[in-house]
């Protein structure tokens, strides 16, 4: 008989790939949890921008609304109607996102 295909060594096997699947999912699941964490305002515009998405952003206590065209390290860029608005990042208290 083979000693590797015993029945005990089988079951203990599977039992070690299942915790392996489930200890790689956790770890998996920490750390899309520890990105989404260390996301920056900044991140969420220039997501936007690569989907060429458009956005509302509070900015001190005015509403600027438009296409996010640039990010850049400390401002964005939104376009509507032909104007464009440069926004500081620093200012943004609400951003709104849309497809």
Known sequence: MDPLGHPDLIAVGRRL???MDETLEAE???ARAAAMR???IRDLLLEAADREASAS???GTEWCAG???VVGADHAILTAGG???VVAL???AVIELRQ
């Open 57 to 59: 952003v509070l900015a």
């Open 28 to 30: 998996q699941h920490a």
């Open 90 to 92: 620093a200012h943004l």
């Open 38 to 40: 260390r996301r920056t």
């Open 83 to 85: 104007r464009s608005r």
């Open 17 to 19: 790939r299942q915790r």
């Open 67 to 69: 296409s996010v065209e």
